[in-house]
């Protein structure tokens, strides 16, 4: 089930109200408030949420082009429909029984162009198709989720079950694995899963990210962490957006000062992703096109993990920004691909930015959160008493293990190192682990 608005805080807003203008816009006012009664759904606790309220509203609001394909792609979020389902849903929606309405058949051309790797001209083209199928009453956000939605399923990828929507009733104790083999870096990042870094500019979250695919190349523990890495041999893979055609020049010389160019392991286990001069190739971004030449090189499986710098600026040259919900359609799709390969994928990205500085959260729509499965944001203070600054790694969210901060300093030798704090003796059980991973070495 779509979860009902449930209160202020509880990010249930946007889902629940598009949900209403969809439906008063295909059946109506009363026929509207019949279909939610019906369904019991409305949540008597949210205080500012008075439903019948909000139909009459959007009833005689002039702006509203929503419709059920909007209620199906929410639908698909929670996990409250069947995918195969959702798809047959949406072949009806468009007539397609046996022959194709006019919206679909435009939504393949745009998918279609939008592909094509080989047009030059494929933006224009796109542009003026979405032109067409804005004229048959779909807003642009539609179209941009119907196209990841037609993206995903021409993949075979499943975007509801990348962010723990899917449920269902198990037993305790019956995993059959060793609960330490789901972390690729322990206390920090899931393994398979999708995590974010973040911060202000300058903080050093892509060196840190170097230091981050040292540690998974050659096993090694990272920050404050006992547990070495849990490395698979695999490779990484650093997208590089940022920075546009100098992106791939800052990597190597990060690297050569970090000495990671004299590390033929590393030098062999991380492949770069950026915008090239010599083929005339744009960094990554979320066109089309890009997504389905990234999904190429995942299929391969030959990468267990993968950075994205950043989110912000995968977004640029595309029709997604980072400030709309919509921004969280591409990022799922990216994060299936990743979980099909089980492939951990890490966003880099920006704090929020106010009048009064950084708010100290991530950037953009608060989706960009609620979809992943750890967030680590680095934030530089400052004391005004003694009129020193420092530099703090706080752990906002991972799923496994608890929230932490800890004041550390970086240099490109050393990488991060904790600040005050004397470290704990290693117990028996960490020195067993570390000698038997350090003879697991010797055979890779």
Not at 52 to 69: C, D, I, P, Q
Not at 219 to 244: E, H, M, N, T, W
Not at 266 to 294: I, M
Request: with cysteine; hydrophobic share 40%.
């Amino acid at each position: 089930m779509i979860p009902p608005r449930s209160g202020k805080g509880t990010g249930t807003y946007q889902d629940a109200i598009e949900v209403v203008m969809a439906l008063v816009n295909e059946f109506g006012q009363e026929v509207a408030l019949d279909l939610i009664d019906g369904c019991s759904w409305d949540d008597p606790a949210a205080e500012d949420w008075d439903i019948e309220s909000k139909v009459s509203s959007v009833a005689n609001h002039t702006g509203n082009s929503l419709g059920l394909g909007t209620v199906i792609q929410i639908a698909r979020r929670h996990a409250a429909v069947d995918p195969a389902l959702a798809a047959q849903l949406e072949r009806e929606l468009t007539g397609s029984r046996g022959h194709e309405t006019p919206l679909q058949e435009l939504m393949n051309q745009l998918l279609d162009i939008s592909c094509n790797v080989d047009d030059p001209q494929r933006w224009a083209k796109a542009k003026l198709i979405e032109a067409d199928i804005r004229k048959l009453g779909v807003s642009s956000k539609d179209i941009q989720r119907q196209k990841m939605a037609m993206l995903s399923a021409r993949l075979g990828l499943d975007t509801a079950g990348v962010n723990g929507v899917k449920n269902s009733i198990r037993k305790l104790g019956r995993s059959g694995s060793n609960r330490s083999h789901q972390w690729l870096l322990p206390n920090f990042f899931p393994k398979a899963k999708a995590a974010m870094l973040y911060g202000d500019s300058g903080v050093g979250k892509t060196s840190i990210a170097l230091h981050i695919a040292n540690a998974y190349i050659n096993g090694l523990p990272f920050a404050d962490s006992v547990y070495p890495a849990v490395s698979d041999k695999r490779k990484v893979l650093f997208i590089a957006s940022d920075g546009q055609g100098d992106a791939y020049d800052h990597l190597e010389d990060y690297a050569e000062q970090s000495g990671f160019l004299d590390d033929q392991r590393f030098v062999d286990h991380f492949d770069v992703y950026a915008a090239s001069e010599e083929d005339a190739s744009g960094p990554f971004n979320f066109s089309e096109v890009h997504l389905v030449n990234l999904h190429q090189k995942l299929q391969s499986g030959d990468y267990g993990l993968v950075f994205i710098d950043s989110l912000k600026a995968a977004c640029m040259g595309s029709d997604f920004s980072i400030d709309d919900r919509t921004v969280a359609e591409p990022m799922r799709l990216v994060q299936a691909m990743c979980a099909k390969t089980d492939t951990t994928l890490i966003w880099l990205h920006h704090t929020n930015k106010s009048s009064s500085g950084s708010s100290h959260r991530a950037g953009g729509s608060t989706d960009v959160i609620e979809i992943i499965s750890a967030a680590h944001e680095l934030r530089h203070t400052w004391d005004e008493k003694t009129e020193s600054g420092s530099t703090e790694w706080i752990v906002q969210k991972v799923r496994g293990s608890t929230k932490r901060r800890f004041s550390y300093t970086f240099d490109f030798e050393t990488g991060v190192v904790l600040d005050d704090l004397e470290p704990e003796p290693a117990s028996t059980a960490d020195l067993i682990l570390r000698a038997i991973y350090e003879l697991s070495l010797i055979h890779i």
